[in-house]
């Protein structure tokens, strides 16, 4: 079955600066990858996805890249903020979905 | 539309009791899949229902189970509860089985 490896586990970053978060996969034949934000006692909320026909997608400050012959995605925030500190979970799917073990981004004000 | 809604939001029992969490899905939405949430192990599949019918099953004891009604709704049972069975059980509805939305969860404690 699939297994989402994801990188690293906490990522501090200062206020404005860049935060990118690294999964890899390993089922050739996922085709969803979506991610997921996580903050302290809510459910985990969709902010972005790609399918495996697209290599990159970007939404404001958020962005997503996907390497299907590497078997790897990234997410990019770009200018963050402190709200944007929060637990993040990347997750692959060729049904059902498969998730990371998740990474903690603290933005530093 | 109304997010996906767990009941109830908190549950407090004891060891080799039983227990059924319930989960109402999006409207429209006829994928519903369960997760359970620790903080050793993130979000692991238990199993995902569509149509009544159960797709795929993830890698939990037979003491886990569940069922979809035709109305789409779903319920999740544990029977014999074991102390490690404390999380945070996730429901997440899809129209199509990809895009998923989650609820706000049912936190299981087991004492």
């Known amino acids: 079955g699939e297994n989402v490896e994801q990188h690293p586990s906490t990522l501090s970053v200062q206020e404005g600066d860049s935060a990118v978060i690294k999964c890899t996969y390993s089922?050739?034949?996922?085709?969803?990858f979506p991610w997921y934000k996580q903050e302290l006692g809510k459910r985990p909320q969709l902010i972005i996805d790609?399918?495996?026909?697209?290599g990159e997608k970007k939404d404001q400050r958020i962005a997503v890249t996907l390497n299907k012959t590497a078997k790897h995605f990234s997410l990019h925030i770009t200018e963050t903020q402190p709200e944007d500190s929060a637990v993040y979970f990347c997750?692959?799917?060729?049904?059902?979905?498969?998730f990371g073990k998740g990474t903690r981004l603290s933005v530093i004000a | 539309k109304a997010g996906v809604t767990q009941t109830p939001r908190y549950l407090i029992k004891t060891r080799g009791q039983q227990v059924t969490l319930s989960c109402s899905p999006i409207?429209?939405?006829?994928?519903v899949s369960w997760y359970q949430q620790t903080p050793g192990q993130g979000l692991q599949f238990l199993f995902e229902?569509?149509?009544?019918?159960?797709?795929n099953k993830g890698n939990f004891p037979g003491r886990f189970s569940g069922r979809q009604f035709s109305n789409s709704r779903s319920e999740m049972n544990v029977s014999t509860l074991e102390l490690g069975d404390s999380a945070l059980y996730l429901c997440?509805?899809?129209?199509?089985?990809?895009?998923?939305?989650f609820g706000q969860g049912t936190r299981l404690t087991v004492v």
């Open positions: 997440a509805s899809s129209a199509t089985g990809l895009r998923t939305f």
């Open positions: 089922d050739s034949a996922s085709n969803y």
């Open positions: 790609i399918r495996s026909n697209v």
């Open positions: 997750a692959a799917s060729n049904t059902p979905l498969v």
């Open positions: 409207s429209g939405h006829r994928s």
């Open positions: 229902y569509f149509s009544e019918t159960q797709r």
